[in-house]
């Protein structure tokens, strides 16, 4: 089974211009994650989607960033403009949804964002 | 204030070596969840243990074992035996029920542990 991707697994772009970054989960998880991890500091979550809705959006930093998931399955996440401080590496997760504490987040690679 | 706590900066163990990666946390719910992740440099983060509040039992996996002190906040993960492939930055994150099971997790900064053959 695959495990979660997330494409591209690294993006260097300028300041003001606009990245996309792509997640695709396990086959079969209604649950989507997003998660930002700034240098030095917290992974610290972004958002949660469950099938194509967004069931907790408090982590998302500010509008310049736009995440959606069109069918339920893959998810994108949209920075644009892009400043400086969205720097960092961008985790996805995804779940099967058990109801239970123990379900477990199955994480992708990352994406290393570098604005410059 | 910090929820997720891991103050170790670096970690070496000797190779065969047991080694224990300290994390408290701070939680006024009283059911949540607690997990460990293993991130290597090809950075995927691994899923490695899973710790209950209700759990009476510490739980284990393999060579990854839990020592959850509830009293004192602490979920402190221990590896025996360590291998050279055991060299990775671990997190601590822990979820709580009153955002919900299938909610976003809150992590620590994580802890580099290194292998020395």
């Known amino acids: 089974e695959a495990g979660v991707t997330q494409f591209p697994s690294h993006s260097v772009i300028e300041k003001g211009q606009t990245v996309t970054l792509r997640c695709d989960p396990i086959?079969?998880?209604?649950?989507l994650y997003w998660y930002r991890r700034v240098m030095g500091k917290e992974i610290k979550f972004l958002l949660h989607f469950v099938k194509e809705s967004k069931q907790d959006e408090s982590g998302m930093p500010n509008n310049r960033f736009l995440a959606e998931r069109t069918g339920g399955t893959y998810s994108t996440l949209k920075v644009q403009p892009a400043e400086l401080e969205d720097s960092g590496v961008y985790f996805c997760?995804?779940?099967?949804?058990?109801?239970?504490?123990?379900?477990?987040?199955?994480f992708g690679p990352g994406t290393r964002l570098l604005v410059l | 204030a910090q929820k997720i706590t891991q103050t170790q900066p670096g970690m070496f163990v000797q190779e065969k070596e047991a080694v224990t990666l300290d994390c408290t946390y701070d939680t006024s719910d009283p059911s949540y969840g607690l997990f460990w992740y293993k991130q290597p440099s090809s950075g995927e983060m691994i899923f490695l243990i899973y710790q209950g509040s209700y759990d009476q039992q510490n739980a284990t996996e393999g060579r990854y074992s839990l020592n959850f002190q509830k009293a004192r906040k602490s979920a402190n993960l221990v590896i025996s035996a360590s291998q050279l492939g055991d060299s990775a930055m671990y997190f601590c994150a822990m979820r709580e029920l009153n955002t919900g099971a299938n909610s976003k997790l809150t992590f620590g900064k994580g802890i580099t542990l290194s292998v020395r053959p």
């Open positions: 086959s079969g998880h209604d649950n």
């Open positions: 997760a995804s779940s099967h949804p058990s109801g239970t504490m123990k379900e477990t987040q199955y």
